[in-house]
């Protein structure tokens, strides 16, 4: 039997996204979720909220590591399209450190229609400043450092990649244990040589 997602869909699901378009004003910083589903053990509860929110009949997926039982609960209570690759996906949700594609093949929108661009959703295990670059950009009001635990130099420099034609670009969510953390594609790197609070 598939165990049930939001108590109350309707409410549930809005006040989820007011958390995820808060994380994405205050980029890198932790936040919690209102509402936690009883997900499948392998899809972390946070990211559940996430995928419940953000999918529907006429948004395509790519989730590889999804278990069968995780497909069947999502396919249940969103309807998604299972996207034939990542290329094509509008959401995608990848676990961090699991194998998965370049962020460069992910779509990154149109001129015209910037918002036609993938958003990805990473399961994490946490957050660490230790060894964290440093970000700045619209949202930050002071340079922050932060980042998921098994990010690594590789993975922020694919990212920096990514979106160095803004408005174009990808935006990330990164989830796990209850918290949640947005990157937005307006974000950067700064500089090592520059100080970072």
């Known amino acids: 039997m598939l165990s049930a997602a939001f108590s109350d869909p309707v409410h549930d699901s809005q006040q989820t996204f007011r958390a995820m378009l808060s994380a994405l004003a205050e980029p890198m910083i932790p936040g919690t979720l209102p509402r936690l589903p009883e997900a499948p053990a392998t899809l ?9 929110t953000l999918l529907d009949q006429q948004v395509r997926l790519w989730a590889p590591d999804l278990t069968e039982e995780a497909q069947r609960w999502l396919q249940f209570h969103t309807a998604y399209t299972s996207a034939e690759s990542p290329e094509q ?18 779509k990154q ?16 295990e946490g957050f660490t400043e230790l060894g964290a670059p440093c970000f700045e950009g619209p949202g930050f009001q002071t340079p922050r450092r932060l980042q998921p635990l098994g990010a690594d130099a590789a993975f922020w420099h694919e ?21 949640l953390v947005g990157l937005p594609r307006s974000s950067r790197l700064r500089e090592e040589s520059q100080a970072c609070m």
């Not at 929108?109 to 993938?118: H, I, K, N, T, V």
């Not at 990514?162 to 935006?171: E, K, V």
């Open 89 to 106: 996906a509008d959401i995608l949700w990848l676990v961090l450190g699991h194998e998965r594609p370049p962020l460069a093949r992910l």
């Open 109 to 124: 929108g149109e001129l015209r229609f910037p918002d036609r661009s993938a958003t990805v959703v990473w399961q994490v």
């Open 44 to 52: 972390d509860p946070a990211c559940a909220a996430i995928l419940l």
């Open 159 to 179: 990212w920096q990649q990514c979106n160095q034609h803004y408005p174009l670009g990808i935006d990330m969510f990164f989830a796990g244990n209850g918290q």
